[in-house]
């Protein structure tokens, strides 16, 4: 069982920077690779970047590349998503997740969830 608690979330103007964390409960985080997601308001749940188990492998979706970067301490059991020149456009709930299966954009293979936090991007 693996808990997620996401902070860092909150208002900026457009071309500012924020930086979510996702600190997880438990020994095993090294042994899940972990991704984030959004949800805008009245869209579906999306992918925004994903992570393997010891960091070495990250990928993007195509909207944030150059923009964010996904990191993770294993040490700290700590992943972050590091955002800059954010636009109105990446306004939504950012999730973070983990899954054991390795790591994927698809989140119906994401088995823990965390409950989200509200960044909020004005022009």
């Known amino acids: 069982q693996v808990q997620l608690v996401e902070s860092g979330g909150g208002s900026v103007q457009a071309g500012g920077s924020l930086r979510l964390s996702c600190a997880a409960s438990g020994r095993t985080f090294s042994t899940y690779s972990m991704g984030w997601f959004r949800q805008a308001l009245g869209k579906e749940r999306e992918f925004v970047a994903g992570?393997?188990?010891?960091?070495?492998?990250?990928f993007y979706a195509d909207f944030v590349k150059g923009r964010f970067s996904i990191s993770r301490d294993n040490a700290k059991n700590t992943v972050y998503l590091q955002m800059n020149s954010l636009n109105p456009e990446d306004t939504a709930v950012y999730y973070c997740?983990?899954?054991?299966?390795?790591?994927?954009?698809?989140?119906?293979?994401?088995?823990?969830w965390g409950q989200g936090t509200q960044v909020t991007v004005s022009s």
């Open positions: 997740a983990a899954n054991l299966a390795g790591y994927t954009s698809s989140p119906s293979l994401y088995d823990y």
């Open positions: 992570i393997g188990r010891i960091g070495g492998s990250t």
